[in-house]
């Protein structure tokens, strides 16, 4: 099985930052591209950074210029910096990691559990 585990959430005042990280263990061979998407109350779950195994990233229009993604190969982790932090970027942020289990398999997505991020006004 493929573990992805993510810490760093918590309650911060607007303007103030936050760093999210998220670890994949268990049976993975081979990770792809790494990434973070946020769910609020009664929104879909949408798309905030994707980073490749390359380094190549992409972010969602509403947080460009505030949030970087980055990740280290080495202990399967990605990280999420997020600066000038608003309230409308409260909502549980999920990991996700895509990934192959075997060399001679496909690749698939696996999730983590979230982490709740909350931003007080």
């Known amino acids: 099985q493929v573990q992805v585990v993510e810490s760093g959430g918590g309650l911060v005042q607007a303007g103030g930052s936050l760093r999210l990280s998220c670890a994949a263990s268990g049976s993975i061979f081979s990770i792809n591209a790494m990434g973070w998407y946020r769910q609020a109350p009664g929104k879909q779950r949408e798309l905030v950074a994707t980073i490749t195994s390359s380094g190549s990233t992409s972010y969602a229009d509403s947080v460009k210029g505030r949030f970087t993604i980055s990740r280290d190969n080495a202990k399967n982790t990605v990280y999420l910096q997020m600066n000038s932090l608003k309230p409308e970027d409260t909502a549980v942020y999920y990991c996700?990691?895509?990934?192959?289990?075997?060399?001679?398999?496909?690749?698939?997505?696996?999730w983590g559990q979230g982490t709740q991020v909350t931003v007080s006004s």
């Open positions: 996700n990691v895509n990934g192959r289990r075997g060399a001679l398999l496909r690749a698939g997505d696996y």
